[in-house]
């Protein structure tokens, strides 16, 4: 019959020696990491350590998540924005802007539509790519690269669908 005593915990000072169990720790992936921390007191000791936690931040450096945010600002512009999580912007894109003139039957135009007063919506991203459209002007949407800046106007059936959700 198996017994229901837990198994000793592993300690640092047991089958490995510190300095080895370090540089083991070091390789796992934080998430895994943080799992391990349950091990025994050492384990959590050590994965707690201000030097053992900046050691494995330089070794596992990860880009950290951005965030696209639809931004006006008191000059009317507005565009998309690439943000940390702190609220840092890494990067702008003011949109070029759009108007429309609004024309009777003669041709001679009785109203114009600007981007000025427009706002812009980020309707969804995907990979690094950022889908957005205006909200005033909507059945169009484009998608941005934030890498180069470039984007790209869909056509109109991709566009209605998204217009959709």
């Known amino acids: 019959m198996s017994s229901s005593k837990p198994c000793p915990a592993a300690s640092s000072s047991g089958d490995l020696p510190v300095y080895a169990l370090y540089e083991v720790l070091l390789r796992i992936p934080a998430k895994d990491l943080c799992r391990l921390r349950a091990v025994c007191p050492s384990w959590r000791a050590l994965t707690s350590d201000p030097f053992f936690i900046a050691a494995h931040m330089c070794r596992h450096h990860t880009a950290p998540p951005l965030l696209a945010i639809a ?32 024309v009777n039957e003669s041709g001679d135009a009785v109203h114009r539509l600007t981007s000025k007063g427009d706002i812009i919506r980020v309707a969804r991203t995907w990979l690094d790519l950022v889908c957005f459209n205006r909200v005033l002007f909507s059945p169009v949407f484009w998608v941005l690269n934030p890498a180069s800046g470039a984007t790209i106007t869909l056509p109109i059936d991709f566009s209605e669908e998204l217009l959709h959700e």
């Open 71 to 102: 931004y006006r600002d008191d000059g009317e512009v507005n565009g998309v924005a690439i943000s940390d999580l702190l609220g840092n912007v890494v990067k702008r894109f003011p949109n070029n802007g759009y108007e429309i003139v609004l």
